[in-house]
């Protein structure tokens, strides 16, 4: 069979993402410290690496948005302080997998092999372990010594729950691999990953002192990396502001070349301008963006379909909540120097840099807090009263629930609640790099076509803003809000009130005039090869994203007289007048394209009862099977929670009654479009 787009699509992504991962090891900012060797980068041998560096544990992470990561790094750091067992964290991608079975006969005392695996898209592997999973499929044969646990990181509402963390266990314990304990599932579609990990780590422990007759001690924090207050001052050069890379600050000439010419991947972001940005709803409390990104001046590429990761900073409002919590507040400006005290550990930062550009822009500040991070911050308390109450919600499991989960509370936000606003000075700033989160990148379905918008990359965002009964605040979203800043500073808005503020100029006005550091993550998400075949997409809200990027290629080709099939695009919202996204557009899209392009609408709030896509999809059953009949790919984007699952449902119900078939026969026939290719998600 000839291969499609669609499979020549995953190659390339595979490549390139190995191609990214074979680069990476030097590419996490500056080497840091002179007083460390750095064997991650130097060496890809594992048994080199862990002998090296005495350790004797070993935590691997494959991670595509770097959650898996930093419960990897959580996870490593607690094993080796609770059972004094040195231990190592590293990457999937860093490492060469061939004597993984000889750690255990080749390391004095080597103990445990943890996996932190999480499961990507359709039941893919992060781009960094791509190619753990092909040595385990085609090449390793034994794994008889192994020993391992393993913690999956998944989504209940997907297809594929997990498929990754399962394919680990299974594929492991097939070459003879031991499991120590149960596979655990972190599930980020009940909200219940930092449970799950917890239930599943207290649980391995347990085992662990018995099976390895390891000895728990209690937990105390030990820092695996060093701060110091540096002379250098904020105008010196080689400071990092929150510059997006090392390549960024004051560049040679040959790292000058690569902000424009790349490779971009996650290590390397592009500066890209926003050249046209626009609010999408007409509503007083609701804001949809569309931003049109250039890339004219760089030579970072798309294809229609791809996702657009784009790299936030944190607003003003949380940065100095948090530092002020902190008692951080008018040091905010004092340089520090960030050094790694264990040549296995690289903090994610550049250094030198400052307390506030590491905060604005490297820390995940204003997101759920961990009960982890709650227990284990207790220790630094400023009152006994606070440390009480933090080492109380960090054991109780429904109290924590109740005073922060449900109250939507970030770091700042229960620190200062804990300590009724007494500043928690003694909380070294290197537990903080070490226990917070990461800032990581923020992915989005590109709205655009590379055939019809070759030099830009448009992305849809809904900004996150909620206000929920009983929480006193506005709950916000980091990168939307900082794309409302940006439209409503661009347009010269002047009428709507941000609930946060930005520096949009960014380190050293690198950001002016309206820049965001952005990469291009390749999807499989696709068009079909030959532009004749029709497509029934279903793309309700933000949803609708890579359906315009699908239609302005239709446009384009039909353009240039080439004969494209038909589009029926499903979109649904609140209201026609509110929330209908490209509603003009549309209507231009039709003019061009005629009867092969049909819009059908489901606005969920103008009826009694309310409509969404699904019940629109039912009234159209003859059609879609018509055109399923004719080859018809089948496209669905948005939300996974529920839509994407109804979706399915819904086609399997026009299957059973225009095909007169039971439910299992149409099951079977849509897992066949899938297998062919033919039913594609792209759901978040
Ligand atoms: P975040 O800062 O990431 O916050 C996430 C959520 O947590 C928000 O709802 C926020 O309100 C909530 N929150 C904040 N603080 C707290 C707290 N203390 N406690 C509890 N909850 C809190 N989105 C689109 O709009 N359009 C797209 O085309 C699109 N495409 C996507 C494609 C892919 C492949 C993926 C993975 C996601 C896509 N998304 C898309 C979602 C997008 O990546 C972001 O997740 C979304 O825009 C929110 O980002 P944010 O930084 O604004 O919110």
Redesign the pocket.
Known sequence: MALDTLDLGVLVAIVLAIGIYFTKGSLWGKSDGEDVSVPRGSSRDLVEVLSTNNKKALVLFASQ?GTAEDYSHKFAKEFQSRFSIPTMCGDLADYDYENLNEIFTSVDGFQLVVFFTATYGEGEPPDNAVEFFDYLDNECEDLSNLKFACFGLGNSTYEFYNAMGKKTVSTLTEKGATLVGELGLGDDGRGTMDEDYMAWKDGLFDILKDELSLEEHELVYEAQIKIEESVLTIDSPEVSLGEPDAKYINPSQEEAQSLTEGPFDHTHPYLAPITISRELFNSDSRH?IHAEFDISGSNLRYTTGD?LAIW?SNSNEHVFKFLDILGLHEKKDVVIDIKSLDPTVHPHIISPSTYEAVVRHYLEI????SRQFVGSVAQFAPTEQAKAHASKLGKDKDLFYEEV?SK???IA?LLHVLSDGVKWTSIPFAFIIESVAHLQP????I?SSSLSDKQSIH????????KYPNVDHI???????LLLNIQLAQNKVSDVRPVLTYDLEGPRQKFTPFKLPVHVRR?TFKLPSNPATPIICIGPG?GV??FRGFIRERVAKAASDVSVGKTLLFFGCRKSNEDFLYKDEFVDYSKKLGEKFELVTAFSRETAEKVYVQHKMLERAKEINELLNEGAFFYVCGDAARMARDVQNVLIKIMMSERKVTESIATDMVKNLRVLNRYQE?V?
Do not use: F, K
């Open positions: 948005t949809c996702h936030p204003s997101g759920p807090v989960t939507y509370l970030n936000d923020r992915y989005y379905s709205s992305v849809t965002a809904v900004v996150e803003q909620e709950v916000t979203g980091v990168a939307t809000n999807s933000t994203a890579p792209d978040w």
